[in-house]
């Protein structure tokens, strides 16, 4: 009779410490994984918010639709970047924040000299280059703390070189 209340006590023990490690385990992954998605959905939320810079840029800020893309641009595409600026806020490790913050601040000042008057070729090539190198900050200080090794190439290979128009 001993034995048994000793066995079922040694499973009943096995059982609550088994939950608890795993109850642990399944919360530093839940974490982990949560902070990996907050990095990824602002690197997509950049190449949104980019994509709108740029069609602000090249739009004429005196005809009939400028104004309208960019209350469209400020009501709604600008909630898709603070979210997820404010998922790395929440979940990113201080490094992470840090070079998201400075994207952040990149990008504004993309898009308010966007807003002021219609860009050449030659000015769009110029007022990216802070933004795309803040992105590639923050993508370097993401992968270095993920554990990635370093990588040779960049993601804007050159920086400096205008892209067309969108039309």
Not at 34 to 50: D, H, W
Not at 65 to 84: C, G, K, L, P, Y
Not at 93 to 115: F, K, Q, Y
Request: glycine content about 4%; charged content about 25%; cysteine-free.
């Amino acid at each position: 009779m001993t034995t048994a209340i000793l066995a079922a006590t040694a499973a009943i023990i096995g059982v609550a410490v088994g939950r608890l490690w795993d109850s642990r385990a399944e919360s530093a992954r839940w974490h982990r994984d949560q902070r990996i998605a907050s990095y990824q959905r602002l690197a997509e939320a950049f190449r949104t918010s980019y994509d709108d810079a740029q069609r602000v840029a090249f739009a004429d800020p005196n005809s009939a639709e400028f104004a309208e893309m960019v209350r469209t641009i400020n009501v709604q595409s600008n909630h898709f970047w603070h979210d997820a600026l404010s998922a790395v806020w929440f979940h990113g490790s201080p490094g992470a924040v840090a070079t998201a913050t400075n994207l952040d601040r990149s990008l504004i000042t993309l898009h308010e000299n966007a807003g002021r008057e219609m860009f050449s070729d030659e000015d769009w090539g110029r007022d990216r280059v802070p933004a795309r190198r803040a992105f590639e900050q923050f993508i370097e200080s993401v992968r270095a703390e993920l554990g990635q090794p370093p990588v040779t190439h960049h993601f804007y290979e050159d920086t400096a070189t205008p892209q067309p128009s969108l039309g």
